[in-house]
């Protein structure tokens, strides 16, 4: 259609109107949900409990190792139808050591006569130099019992290597006066083998929270093929 000329002009168009601050922001909320949400189902589906340790989403087989036990016999770690905390430490060590030994024990105390029977503590020594079987079984004891090995190297490495462990000597002043910077995680492994779940040394406090980690594998082992 053409206009006349001397017809007024069109009015123009007005500009779109911006979207109002709280539409935006209530979309910005619901995509934040949308993708924690999302997480949090794709942690589930890997991890159905959720464990206060760091879960392993497909439980491998925990590394069989030997060595000679506290009580100065050959020593082999194997399920035995138990659950197991294994710890890498060393006898000499001025903190992270005992103090996470203590509230494993503070754990087992909490666990009735019965879940005590099928649950234990292993000290994989770092310092077999040092760490006699006596001294480890002394060392142990103190800390409500267990068991301890001492593997001498190079089978050592190989073995903490299987764990993700490291570890090396620091503050040497002599070839005994030294101590050793080790990885401070604890291991948590079903009945069956498998390794379910780690803690780090700063965790270990929570004792509660470990004792549920420690309580949902003893009765939640994986079968074989799982």
């Given at each position: 259609?053409?206009?006349?000329?001397?017809?007024?002009?069109?009015?123009?168009?007005?500009?779109?109107?911006?979207?109002?601050?709280?539409?935006?922001?209530?979309?910005?909320?619901?995509?934040?949900?949308?993708?924690?949400?999302?997480?949090?189902?794709f942690a589930r589906a890997r991890s159905p409990y959720?464990?206060?340790?760091?879960?392993?989403?497909?439980?491998?087989?925990?590394?069989?190792?030997?060595?000679?036990?506290?009580?100065?016999?050959?020593?082999?770690?194997?399920?035995?139808?138990?659950?197991?905390?294994?710890?890498?430490?060393?006898?000499?060590?001025?903190?992270?050591?005992?103090?996470?030994?203590?509230?494993?024990?503070?754990?087992?105390?909490?666990?009735?006569?019965?879940?005590?029977?099928?649950?234990r503590v292993v000290l994989v020594s770092v310092d077999?130099?040092?760490?006699?079987?006596?001294?480890?079984?002394?060392?142990?004891?103190?800390?409500?019992?267990?068991?301890?090995?001492?593997?001498?190297?190079?089978?050592?490495?190989?073995?903490?290597?299987?764990?993700?462990?490291?570890?090396?000597?620091?503050?040497?002043?002599?070839?005994?006066?030294?101590?050793?910077?080790?990885?401070?995680?604890?291991?948590?492994?079903?009945?069956?083998?498998?390794?379910?779940?780690?803690?780090?040394?700063?965790?270990?406090?929570?004792?509660?929270?470990?004792?549920?980690?420690?309580?949902?594998?003893?009765?939640?082992?994986?079968?074989?093929?799982?």
């Amino acid at each position: 259609m053409t206009l006349p000329q001397d017809a007024p002009p069109l009015p123009e168009a007005a500009p779109p109107q911006g979207r109002p601050w709280y539409v935006s922001a209530l979309l910005a909320l619901v995509a934040v949900t949308l993708l924690l949400g999302g997480a949090w189902l794709f942690a589930r589906a890997r991890s159905p409990y959720p464990f206060y340790g760091t879960a392993y989403p497909s439980p491998p087989v925990a590394a069989a190792f030997s060595g000679t036990g506290a009580d100065g016999q050959p020593y082999t770690f194997k399920p035995d139808g138990k659950t197991s905390a294994v710890f890498f430490g060393f006898t000499h060590c001025p903190n992270i050591c005992p103090v996470t030994l203590a509230y494993l024990n503070q754990v087992r105390a909490k666990l009735t006569p019965a879940e005590r029977e099928k649950f234990r503590v292993v000290l994989v020594s770092v310092d077999p130099q040092r760490d006699t079987p006596k001294l480890l079984g002394e060392y142990l004891d103190y800390f409500g019992g267990g068991d301890a090995v001492n593997i001498p190297e190079p089978r050592l490495s190989e073995v903490a290597r299987a764990y993700g462990v490291g570890y090396r000597r620091s503050e040497v002043k002599s070839p005994q006066d030294y101590q050793v910077d080790h990885t401070t995680a604890t291991y948590l492994i079903d009945s069956s083998g498998r390794l379910r779940a780690l803690w780090d040394y700063t965790q270990m406090g929570e004792v509660d929270r470990v004792l549920s980690d420690v309580r949902y594998v003893m009765q939640n082992p994986l079968e074989q093929g799982q």
